[in-house]
């Protein structure tokens, strides 16, 4: 059974809300879904934090941040940034190798 009630997806748009990616069309069009689906893991996120808005869901993820987030900030923001530049997969790529270098970072365990 997993222990952590978010799923990678919504792990996806939390860290596309803290990069100040807004519009639930936006972050549908990256990742290849319907702004209605983003809109309900964005509910269910929501509830599982006990939160009422996207500002509190980007501040709950760099809260998350033990230390050294600026530089997961910025490649996020430099992701964000060129997405319109690249594929969605190619974007996917990238947000996925972000996420496991900040699992190996605080966790330590090094997947590969």
């Known amino acids: 059974m997993n222990k952590d009630p ?15 990616m807004d519009e639930s069309k936006e972050i549908a069009h990256l990742l290849d879904i319907s702004p209605r689906t983003v809109d309900v ?5 929501q ?3 006990n939160l009422n808005t996207r500002t ?6 760099w809260q998350q941040q033990p230390h050294g987030n600026g530089e997961y900030r ?3 923001t ?3 940034n060129c997405s319109g530049e690249l594929g969605n997969q190619e ?5 996925d190798n ?3 270098s900040i699992k190996e970072r605080d966790t330590g365990v090094h997947d590969g």
Not at 41 to 45: D, G, L, M, V
């Open 6 to 20: 978010l799923t990678k997806r919504e792990y996806e748009i939390i860290m596309l809300i803290a990069t100040r």
């Open 41 to 45: 893991h964005i509910w269910n996120i």
């Open 47 to 49: 509830r599982i934090l």
């Open 56 to 61: 509190a869901i980007a501040r709950w993820y």
């Open 74 to 76: 910025e490649a996020w």
């Open 78 to 80: 430099e992701l964000y």
């Open 91 to 95: 974007t996917m790529e990238l947000m």
């Open 98 to 100: 972000i996420m496991l």
